[in-house]
Each structure stands twice: as C-alpha cells, then as structure tokens.
C-alpha cells in the first residue's frame, strides 16, 4: 500500500469502560508537517497520541504510519518515538548514555554511536555536554536531551505530549521556536499535543482542535483563528465576541441577522442559513473599530460601559442591548487618557465583513 500519509487515522474510538475518549476520529497527518493537537484537559488528545503510538489499542478503527496499518503492533516496532512532558532521562546514566540508548539497543557499532550522538548533541545545541548526568542540567537542557534522544533512531514520526509544559514561560517561548526550527531542519513529522492554543498557532501546520473526544476543526493556524467552524473553536482560541440572533432576510451574498431582537448587522452568507434561524455571529475584540461616528460597513451604535488600561492596549466593554456586552481591544497609539472614550459615552462599534464568523452551531 502506498500513501502520502505520515499518519493516518480512520474512524478511530478508544473508549476506557464507559468513557469514550476518542470519539471516531478520522484524520490525516503529511510527511513532514507539524501537527498539533490542541483542546482542554480531557479531550482526548494524549489518548490520541498514545494510540498512534501502540501505547493504547483503538477500540475501533484503524491507525497507519507511512502507509502501513499498525494493527495491534506494540511501539517498539512502530517508526515512531514519543518525548513525554516530564522528560523522563535516566538520572543514573549521563547524557551520552541517555541518548545512545537506542542505538546500543540496536546493537550499532560503537564508533558510529559516539558520531551519531555528538551530531545530536550538536543539533539540540549541548555540545560537549555527555560526560554530565540530568541532574546536573537545566530544565531546558534536559528536555533538548529528550528531544535528542528521541530523535536519534530517525523514527519517522516524532510523537510529543506538552513537551515544554514543565518550563517557565521565557523558557516555553524560546524553546518552542527552537522546537519549530528543530523539526524543519530535521524533516520529521511532528505530532504534537498542547492545552495552549498560543502555542499551538505559533509552532504548527496544521492544527486539529478537539474537545470531548472530537475533532472540531482541522486546519491552519490562521484559518482556525480567522474562520472558527463553530462556537467552541471561536471560543477556546482567543477571546471571541458572541451575538445571538435570527436571520430576518438572505440576499445572494448577505444574511440579515436581528441580534436580540433589536440591532440589525449585514454579514457575509458564508455558510448555509434560513430565514427564522438563530445563529451566533462571532468578532474578535480586536477586529471592532470604536468611532464618535459610523465609519465601518459593519455597524452598531453603543454605550460605554468599561475602560481598562492595558498599556499596550486600551479595553472597552460597550453595552449594545440589555443580554449583550462587547469587548474591545484598541491599540494604544494616542497615549493620553483625554484622547480615549469615557464611561457613559455613546460611540459606534463598527468593523469588515470579513472579520465576521457566522456560526450555526
Ligand atoms: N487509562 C485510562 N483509564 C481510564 N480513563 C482514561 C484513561 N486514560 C484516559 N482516560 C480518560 O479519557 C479521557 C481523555 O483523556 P486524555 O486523552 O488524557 O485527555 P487530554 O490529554 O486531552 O487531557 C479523560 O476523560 C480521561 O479521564
Ligand atoms: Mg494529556
């Protein structure tokens, strides 16, 4: 069978007695790319990867790597290797040997493991560091000797849970730039778990956003921020506005939606609707525009009900009906408080039609 699938997951559940945690996924990973898979805690995504990595069997369904369906292979005849969140090193053998590792197991000549693990060393930026024991390595450091000894043995997919999940923050942030480079110079598929949907959108391909066992989305970074396919994709990345309301008229390009019963917008019919049907319009805070004027093709005259400093930025929280408040997130590029709009102000919220999800469910 040829393929030109790294991964490939086909109808696949895995249910734990009566919990099902994956819930009929069928997906497809290419060669090469940096996957994520992104949800809250308990959605299915390290099951997910325990699965394409023999450590669970699917319930149903089937799983194949580079073409190959894997049945019930256990992971150590699977071309994979999985680097876990809590780095797991042998605090006993140095660093060199906790990279070797593989390869002795695998009976390679001596001399071509010393080569093979500088090279290593020297990809994951420790070289010269062998001779050391984990203990005597920062926490960066020894996730980078994770990283290398996972990546020593080729495997064709490299499988990752939250790998930088125990660092602080500077150290994620650097780390996972680093990771990203890592994996393009290197070639290898990533697949790769994370709660964190800015690391997620920062590192990935491709991303699959889960939740309850589901794939909700599966898509670029900037199509799952620009396009959420449903309310809680918009809702888990990012802050999302929501407004509620039903569909009064449909043109050929536009939907007329009355949100609560009151305010009227124009959106873009960029998905099947009818006329009486509720549905959620979706605006990031920062795509709104506020003005003492209409301005924007978008608009909706308000109230201002907050105003919150950030420094970078200026938040408004605008009151345009009784159920419903927006929030706003201005660039502060003026500076000076007299510039800015004041609690109690009337103004009008307005922005593109492009920035607009309409969402069914
Ligand atoms: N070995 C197991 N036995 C029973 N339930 C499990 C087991 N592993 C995971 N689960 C359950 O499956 C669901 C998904 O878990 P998990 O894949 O770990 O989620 P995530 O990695 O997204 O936090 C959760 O409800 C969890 O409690
Ligand atoms: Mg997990």
Same mark, same amino acid.
């Given at each position: ?289 506020? /003005?003492?004027?209409? *301005? #924007? =093709?978008?608009?909706?005259? @308000?109230?201002?009900? !907050?105003?919150?400093?950030? &420094?970078? %930025? ?9 159920? /419903?408040?927006?929030? *706003? #997130? =201005?660039?502060?590029?003026? @500076?000076?408080?007299? !510039?800015?709009?004041?609690? &109690?102000? %009337? ?15």
């Amino acid at each position: 069978m040829t393929t030109e699938f790294a991964v490939e997951l086909c109808e696949v559940t895995k249910k734990f007695g009566q919990v099902v945690a994956v819930d009929n996924i069928s997906l497809e990973i290419h060669d090469g790319e940096f996957f994520s898979l992104l949800g809250p805690s308990g959605c299915g995504k390290t099951t997910t990867l325990r699965l394409i990595g023999g450590f669970e069997m699917p319930t149903s369904g089937e799983i194949s790597i580079g073409g190959e369906q894997q049945g019930y292979k256990p992971p150590f005849q699977r071309p994979v290797n999985t680097v876990f969140q809590n780095y797991a090193l042998f605090p006993h053998m140095t660093i060199f040997q906790n990279v070797a590792f593989g390869l002795q197991m695998q009976k390679v000549p001596k001399d071509e493991i010393e080569r093979r693990v500088e090279e290593m060393l020297a990809l994951v930026q420790l070289p010269g560091m062998g001779s050391r024991k984990p203990n005597q390595l920062s926490g960066g450091q020894q996730q980078r000797v994770a990283l290398a000894r996972a990546l020593i043995n080729q495997p064709k997919v490299l499988l990752l849970d939250e790998p930088l999940g125990a660092l602080d923050l500077k150290l994620r942030k650097a780390m996972q730039l680093e990771l990203k480079e890592l994996q393009q110079r290197v070639g290898i598929t990533f697949v790769y778990v994370t709660h964190d949907q800015e690391e997620a959108l920062t590192m990935s391909d491709r991303i699959a956003v889960m939740n309850e066992g589901r794939v909700l989305q599966l898509d670029g970074p900037e199509e799952i921020y620009e396009q959420p396919a449903n309310r809680f994709v918009a809702d888990f990345i990012g802050e999302t506005n929501f407004m509620m309301g039903k569909i009064t008229e449909l043109s050929e390009d536009r939907a007329h939606v009355l949100i609560d019963d009151q305010v009227p917008v124009r959106v873009l019919r960029t998905r099947d609707v009818r006329v009486g049907q509720e549905v959620t319009i979706a605006v990031r805070p920062e795509k709104f525009s506020v /003005t003492k004027d209409k *301005v #924007r =093709e978008i608009d909706i005259p @308000g109230v201002v009900e !907050e105003v919150i400093y950030i &420094g970078t %930025d200026i938040r408004y929280l605008v009151r345009i009906t009784d159920q /419903t408040l927006l929030a *706003v #997130r =201005e660039q502060n590029s003026g @500076g000076m408080a007299a !510039e800015r709009f004041r609690v &109690g102000d %009337d103004l009008h919220i307005g922005w593109y039609a492009r920035n607009t999800s309409l969402l069914t469910e």
